[in-house]
């Protein structure tokens, strides 16, 4: 009887979610076939294809071509130890982890590459960026 009323007063739930969201397709870094002050814009259009964001600096075009990757991770656990009362305690816990690949290209007026960055990072500095 002792463990029917300890099962009772202890059973409780825990539930453990993980969730995972994708926004723009693979980021490679450039390789020769951008050329600083060689390349087009028109090129890297036929090259890279449409980049996720334009904008325009002064004149001048920036390209950005982006990958994020964003993980949530969620613990919760419930315990009615008092549910007769009316009252119960529960914890949860959870974090996120955000990825990302950014290459960003910037064009002169007369539409040639002038500058390019390529980043991987995450949301969390002290952890190396992961693969997807």
Same mark, same amino acid.
């Given at each position: ?34 050329? &600083?002050?060689?390349? =087009? !814009? ?6 890279? /294809?449409?980049?996720?964001?334009? @904008?325009?600096?002064? +004149? ?37 982890? &955000?990825?990302?690949? =950014? !290459? ?6 007369? /539409?040639?590459?002038?500058?390019? @960055?390529?980043?991987? +990072? ?11």
């Amino acid at each position: 009887m002792p463990i029917l009323i300890a099962g009772r007063l202890l059973g409780g739930c825990v539930t453990y979610q993980v969730g995972r969201s994708l926004e723009g397709t693979d980021v490679v870094a450039p390789g020769d076939e951008l050329q &600083v002050g060689k390349t =087009t !814009l028109e090129d890297t259009l036929a090259l890279l /294809g449409a980049p996720t964001t334009l @904008v325009e600096l002064e +004149g001048q075009d920036l390209l950005l071509y982006q990958k994020t990757v964003m993980r949530q991770k969620r613990l919760s656990v419930g315990l009615p130890l008092l549910d007769a009362l009316g009252t119960s305690i529960s914890f949860s816990a959870s974090g996120n982890r &955000v990825n990302y690949d =950014t !290459l960003a290209l910037f064009f002169t007026p007369d /539409g040639i590459l002038r500058q390019v @960055v390529f980043e991987k +990072g995450t949301s969390q500095p002290y952890k190396k960026p992961t693969s997807d």
